[in-house]
């Protein structure tokens, strides 16, 4: 197990690397440049700014620079927004992203599991339909008519919450349940799975005979195993979280740095796209593993080949 | 209650006053009648669209920036935001000599930063010195370059002490101009040529956020990157009597839906612009206002390729598009269809010549008679170029439609990302593209010069010499009619005789604002001094 764990730890850098690497090629194949807009800069504007950003030297070089810059963490000020360096802009915006994520992937996992749970112990019946309909509207209403449609209802018609915004506690609630619903739909449905099968595994069955009470027999043996497929989405669940949630961000009125990597990329911001990429990649590698490596722990099979 | 823009043609008198009592008479209409306004608390909240790129002077180019940069400095002048005509700003009164090349501005006594230091005249010449030099980065340096040398020094040929700029000492600044620029008033207003503060370090890029020493009514007391930003009254602004609020909230949401929602419970005083999705409902509600808008609508000819190579299937376009169905049936959001490229500009009296009628016969009359006529050269197929949007989309549609009707070309509308879209448009990689200009400053040139031959905003491919010397000769001329029947020729090469472009619709302003805001003025530049504005509950 902790040989398996160190050698996925040492693999993460490796993973950066070609990342960073293929972002750099990629980002200058796109065609159109960072100083290109309606008004034609002038020339001498044009050359000062490529020299200030490294731009007027040979793609070798350039690439030597963005490794180094990766590596020290200082990507330099925005092309866009030239009074601002990235890392001021990663350092403002990653906490608000953190926050509005995590609270979002813990709605996405208590109110998934609490369906998929009620889902399965109610199996076949009017429960299981119920919970399985709202789940497949969850994961095919967008979050661009979802998020309006609680601000309608919680900010205008009951005027219980702020409409947007992300400056007092009360004005994430909105956002994160926008942001957690087609995650939960989806953990709900694997759950649903997961409790199903244990639920028919013979030691839940002789638990039950042995007259355990049904909290119990959940909590104590349906549980851990149950949750298996579930932890193994968590890894892309947040990935897709962090990632997605910039239309969200949009809707709300929220600072997160979702925000900042979309404009990075359409403004061809080439320092704010390498500082994001890399953040998020960070992100995801560590998501990712971490999600393997718990799932690896929860399975006594694989912990036990291993031991 | 929807203040209407009321342009009426005024032009500049140059009036002294300081004190509240000697308060000239534009500005006196600016004002409130009595003092029941104390009454409500002055706490301003609008919706600014997006984060601006910078507030820096220099580095702003984009509407959200400039419209704050109004309202934290001032220049030489203002704009009196009713009449658009040019009033005295830091300066108290300038002289100009008879060549009307150069001109001398005292500034007002007693001017302060907001750090309580003195404004001197050297203020300006170290600001309009970074504005042009290349490394700074000034996208808008060209402005300056109707000052004599500017364009020299920046080019790196001259040192900066032979630009037609100079501090005669601290309360007096001298400019001198390459030619008569009547214009200038108006452009001195531009947040280009605001002075900056000498004092603050500006190699630490955080400059404008950490430490923004300003000079006009407001001053930046918080910024909240993509949450919001707050400003607060100027302590040492000139004319601190006349800013009555307290505290203004300037929020960045470009989600036009979210921000209406927010109006609708009262959370916004001021919407710049509406959600068009919603603009059926928005149109009924009673805070809702449009006013025309500085800015044309148009589309570009590549004239080296086929078709457009024939200035006569330009034309026949021009003639034969129906624009009034495009904005009456299709777009529905105010604006208005218009045959000519410069928007009229009732300060200096300026009106362009309508443009070419909506005429169909004459449009098959000149295609027929075009080297695409029957029995010629078969009309080759052709693309039109348009970056990704809705509201673009539905205009190409809508012209694809036209064109294949009534003169059988046939045409498929391409959509490209911005930078993308740009970026064949400067290579001339296209046949025909959507575009559109908005004025910066109360001048036709803002308009006509990007059409010159050696702009880099041209992206046609066209060149007219008599344009170009028409051109020349307006920067030279001192008498306003003669520079102004110029640009009438200008107009009428670009878009009735060699019409490399086809303007389809001139923009309009369109906003929500609450009853309780007074003293804001809707003019055509869209130009907004929060300092008039107050707030009063019936």
């Known amino acids: ?307 | 209650m929807i203040h209407k823009a009321l342009l009426s043609i005024c032009y500049l008198t140059a009036c002294v006053s300081t004190a509240l009592a000697e308060r000239p008479q534009w500005e006196q209409d600016l004002l409130p009648e009595d003092d029941d306004w104390k009454k409500t608390e002055q706490v301003f909240r609008f919706n600014n669209g997006t984060e601006p790129e910078s507030l820096d002077i220099h580095l702003a180019t984009d509407s959200a920036s400039i419209r704050l940069l109004l309202s934290l400095y001032e220049g030489l002048t203002v704009l009196d935001p009713l009449s658009l005509s040019p009033q005295p700003g830091l300066a108290a009164s300038w002289e100009v000599s008879d060549d009307q090349k150069t001109w001398t501005f005292k500034l007002r006594a007693g001017l302060k930063w907001s750090d309580g230091s003195t404004i001197t005249a050297k203020d300006f010449t170290y600001a309009w010195q970074r504005a042009l030099t290349p490394a700074t980065g000034c996208s808008y340096a060209n402005m300056l370059f109707f000052i004599e040398n500017a364009e020299a020094f920046f080019k790196g040929d001259l040192p900066f002490d032979k630009v037609g700029v100079k501090a005669i000492n601290d309360q007096e600044l001298q400019i001198k101009l390459k030619g008569p620029t009547p214009y200038l008033l108006d452009i001195l207003s531009f947040p280009t040529f605001f002075p900056l503060n000498r004092k603050v370090d500006r190699s630490d890029v955080a400059w404008s956020k950490k430490n923004h020493i300003s000079n006009g009514p407001f001053i930046l007391k918080d910024w909240k990157v993509r949450a919001r930003m707050t400003l607060i009254p100027n302590p040492h602004y000139r004319d601190r009597e006349i800013v009555k609020l307290k505290e203004i909230h300037v929020l960045p949401l470009d989600n036009m839906n979210t921000a209406y929602q927010m109006f609708l419970k009262g959370e916004l005083d001021w919407l710049p612009t509406i959600p068009q999705a919603r603009f059926e409902e928005v149109q009924r509600h009673p805070d809702y206002y449009v006013a025309p808008y500085f800015g044309t609508y148009f589309i570009r000819f590549n004239v080296e390729q086929p078709p457009f190579d024939d200035v006569k299937v330009r034309q026949a376009l021009a003639y034969g598009t129906n624009k009034k169905q495009i904005t009456g049936e299709i777009l529905r959001g105010g604006q208005f269809p218009v045959g000519n490229f410069c928007p009229k500009i009732p300060a200096i009296g300026y009106e362009a010549p309508a443009g070419l009628p909506y005429d169909l016969n004459k449009a098959k009359q000149l295609i027929a008679a075009s080297k695409y006529g029957p029995g010629k050269v078969p009309m080759p197929n052709v693309s039109y170029l348009y970056n990704t949007s809705e509201a673009h989309k539905i205009v190409a549609e809508a012209l694809t439609q036209q064109w294949k009707e009534k003169f059988g070309i046939s045409m498929i509308a391409q959509n490209m990302e911005w930078k993308v879209f740009l970026k064949e448009m400067k290579n001339l990689n296209f046949q025909v593209c959507r575009s559109s200009w908005i004025g910066d400053y109360g001048d036709p040139s803002t308009f006509y010069d990007i059409f010159l031959s050696y702009s880099g905003n041209n992206r046609t491919g066209w060149a007219n010499k008599e344009y170009d010397k028409l051109a020349e000769k307006a920067s030279q001329e001192s008498n306003t009619q003669k520079r102004l029947n110029y640009f009438k020729r200008m107009e009428v090469i670009l878009t009735q005789e060699d019409c490399p472009i086809l303007p389809i619709y001139r923009y309009v302003s369109q906003g929500m604002i609450t009853e309780d805001v007074f003293g804001l003025e809707m003019n055509f530049r869209n130009l907004v001094y929060l300092k008039y504005i107050w707030l009063e509950k019936e």
């Open chain 1, 1 to 307: 197990m902790l040989q398996i764990a160190l050698r996925r730890i040492a693999l993460a850098p490796i993973t950066l690397f070609v990342l960073v690497s293929f972002t750099f090629l990629m980002i200058r194949l796109a065609p159109g440049g960072p100083f290109d807009g309606e008004r034609e800069l002038p020339p001498e504007v044009i050359e000062a700014l490529n020299e200030q950003f490294y731009l007027d030297k040979p793609l070798p070089k350039q690439y030597l620079n963005t490794l180094k810059q990766a590596i020290t963490f200082d990507f330099g000020s925005s092309m866009k927004h030239r009074d601002r360096t990235v890392r001021e802009i990663i350092r403002e915006h990653l906490p608000n992203s953190i926050k509005l994520g995590a609270l979002a992937i813990s709605i996405a996992i208590c109110v998934g599991l609490v369906a998929g749970m009620t889902a399965a112990l109610n199996a076949n019946k009017f429960g299981d339909w119920g919970t399985m309909l709202i789940c497949v509207i969850g994961i095919s209403l967008p979050t661009f008519v979802f998020g309006p449609i609680l601000q309608l209802i919680f900010g205008m018609k009951l005027k219980w919450l702020p409409i947007a915004g992300f400056e007092t506690p009360n004005q994430i609630i909105l956002p994160a349940i926008t942001l957690a619903l087609p995650f939960s739909a989806r953990i709900a449905r694997l759950a649903r799975t997961g409790f199903l099968e244990v639920l028919k595994e013979d030691y839940v069955m002789s638990a039950k005979a042995r007259g355990s009470s049904m909290a119990r027999i959940l909590i104590q043996h349906v549980l851990p195993a149950a949750v298996r497929p579930v932890v193994s989405y968590l890894g892309p669940a947040i990935a897709g979280i962090v990632t997605g949630s910039l239309v969200v961000e949009m809707i709300f009125l929220i600072p997160g740095l979702g925000r900042e990597f979309v404009e990075g990329a359409l403004n061809r911001d080439y320092p704010l796209i390498m500082g994001t990429t890399f953040v998020y990649g960070s992100f995801i590698i560590c998501s990712n593993l971490t999600a393997d490596l718990l799932n690896r722990w929860l399975d006594p099979q694989s912990r036990g080949a291993e031991e």
